[in-house]
């Protein structure tokens, strides 16, 4: 079995920032891409920003040149610095991975979800 386990999350003032922070474990063979989904109460999950095994990242628009995306291969996890922090921002933060375990097809697996609040 795989587990994805998020930490990080909390509250904030608008402006400040936090770091989040996402740790895969279990019988891992390789992961290929990692990501972080967000969603806000009474609006749909987005996609935030991914990154690839090779680096490649991908920001939304509105998190572009505030956020962060980072992974560590060798410690399987990935890691989401935010600043600039805007109320906006406030969501349920998902961990995303599509891995493959060491006897196994690829697949996706979801984090249980870290409650950031972004607020004075």
């Known amino acids: 079995q795989v587990q994805l386990v998020e930490s990080g999350g909390g509250l904030v003032q608008p402006g400040g920032s936090l770091r989040l922070s996402c740790a895969a474990s279990g019988s891992i063979f390789s992961i290929y891409t990692m990501a972080w989904y967000r969603q806000a109460p009474g609006k749909q999950r987005e996609l935030v920003t991914s990154i690839a095994s090779g680096g490649n990242t991908y920001y939304v628009d509105s998190v572009k040149g505030r956020f962060t995306i980072s992974r560590d291969n060798a410690k399987n996890t990935l890691y989401l610095q935010m600043n600039s922090l805007k109320p906006e921002d406030t969501a349920v933060y998902y961990c995303?991975?599509?891995?493959?375990?060491?006897?196994?097809?690829?697949?996706?697996?979801w984090g249980q979800g870290t409650q950031v609040t972004v607020s004075s």
């Open positions: 995303n991975a599509f891995l493959s375990q060491k006897a196994g097809p690829a697949s996706d697996y």
